[in-house]
């Protein structure tokens, strides 16, 4: 649904999977350089869904839910104890991980904060790792009707 005063996470959704709760993207060059994949994740992600290693990897490798949250931030970084299903299943808790995210990358902009090419630049290169992040930032500014 379209809003005239969307909050970040909202703002993000949109960018990442159109608000869809259930979104899931394999991440082919995450998975193939094992970025980020270490046996404290594996065995935290083993031990919460009652996998394989190579089935671990590949939820480490994805990125789930509205804001496109990857596997391995989810369970390392963030500390996620639980199947991803109830991850997914659970928009609170997306949000709540989207916030945790933003705090420690020192990103937890206002919407409006992003108004400014500097700021949507810096925003773009924390959340997403690239620049180019910021024209999807500025479309959907646009799409919410916030920005000329």
Not at 70 to 83: D, E, P, T
Not at 127 to 134: D, E, R
């Amino acid at each position: 649904m379209k809003m005239s005063n969307p909050s970040l996470f909202q703002l993000i959704a949109h960018i990442e999977s159109h608000a869809d709760q259930y979104a899931i993207r394999f991440e082919p060059r995450v998975y193939e350089k094992k970025l980020y994949f270490s046996d404290e994740v594996s065995d935290r992600i083993i031990l919460c869904n009652k996998c394989s290693h190579e089935t671990a990897l590949v939820i480490s490798s994805s990125s789930w839910g509205m804001t496109q949250e990857m596997g391995f931030n989810l369970y390392a970084q963030h500390g996620f104890r639980q199947k991803l299903g109830e991850f997914l299943c659970s928009v609170p808790q997306q949000k709540m991980f989207f916030e945790k995210f933003v705090d420690k990358h020192l990103i937890h902009y206002r919407v409006q904060d992003l108004y400014s090419e500097k700021n949507r630049n810096y925003f773009a290169v924390k959340y997403n790792g690239s620049v180019l992040y910021a024209k999807e930032i500025l479309k959907a500014l646009r799409y919410f009707g916030v920005a000329k």
